[in-house]
């Protein structure tokens, strides 16, 4: 079946610019996850939502990080005012629920000149 | 705070030499230990997991044995195969659901 897919698979835009990355999780996962992965370096932690809902946002950096999942399904991670530092690839992933295995997307490689 | 440390990289190896990458893990309670693999180009793929102490993760001939004595998670394979050049992440997870995961690892094989 189909795994979990991230739009776009690139995105560059300049520093000061606003971004939007998508995910759609495994079809029937309740939960959704976002992690920045810096080069040379492991996936950090984001924000975990259940449902619909952040059940823990942790990890966002600062106030210009913000996720939404409306819906339950679909996730949209917006960064504002990008920086150059934000420059990553950002991971999603989705289990069945808390305490699941999660499955991990390919991928958004965000690049901030 | 909860953290996973890997023995670092690169690593480089002959096919069919055998194959130890060095996992030690911080945390509270009783987290699950994971091996996720990057492969050139590719997404994150999970490996292997134990959930409790003792218990054996196995897949494509790797193997990690969660040893709560030593807070170890060590990967291994028998006989590497170029196939298996990948970047490799040892990780756990917290009951809070979030995934920790260490530095990750090179791994090359030569012909």
């Known amino acids: 079946g189909a795994g979990v897919s991230q739009t776009p698979s690139n995105k560059v835009t300049e520093k000061g610019k606003y971004v939007e990355l998508r995910c759609d999780p495994i079809?029937?996962?309740?939960?959704l996850y976002w992690y920045r992965q810096s080069l040379g370096q492991g996936p950090e932690f984001l924000i975990y939502?259940?449902?619909?809902?952040?059940?823990?946002d942790s990890g966002l950096p600062n106030d210009r990080f913000f996720a939404v999942r409306p819906e339950g399904s679909v996730s949209t991670l917006k960064i504002q005012r990008t920086e150059r530092g934000d420059s990553a690839v950002y991971l999603c992933?989705?289990?069945?629920?808390?305490?699941?295995?999660?499955?991990f997307g390919p991928g958004t490689r965000l690049t901030v000149l | 705070g909860d953290s996973v440390t890997q023995m670092e990289g690169p690593v480089t190896l002959s096919e069919e030499a055998f194959l130890t990458i060095n996992c030690t893990y911080t945390?509270?309670?009783?987290?699950?230990l994971f091996w996720y693999v990057q492969y050139p180009g590719e997404g994150l793929q999970l490996l292997l997991k134990?959930?409790?102490?003792?218990d054996k993760g196995s897949n494509k001939g790797f193997e990690a044995t969660y040893r709560k004595e030593t807070t170890s998670f060590h990967l291994e394979k028998g006989s590497v195969q170029v196939s298996d050049s990948a970047v490799y992440f040892c990780a756990l997870k917290t009951s809070y659901d979030k995934v920790i995961f260490g530095p990750g690892t090179s791994l090359s094989v030569i012909p």
């Open positions: 079809s029937g996962h309740t939960a």
């Open positions: 992933a989705s289990s069945l629920g808390a305490g699941n295995t999660q499955y």
């Open positions: 945390a509270t309670g009783y987290p699950s």
């Open positions: 939502f259940q449902g619909t809902g952040a059940a823990d």
């Open positions: 134990a959930t409790k102490a003792d």
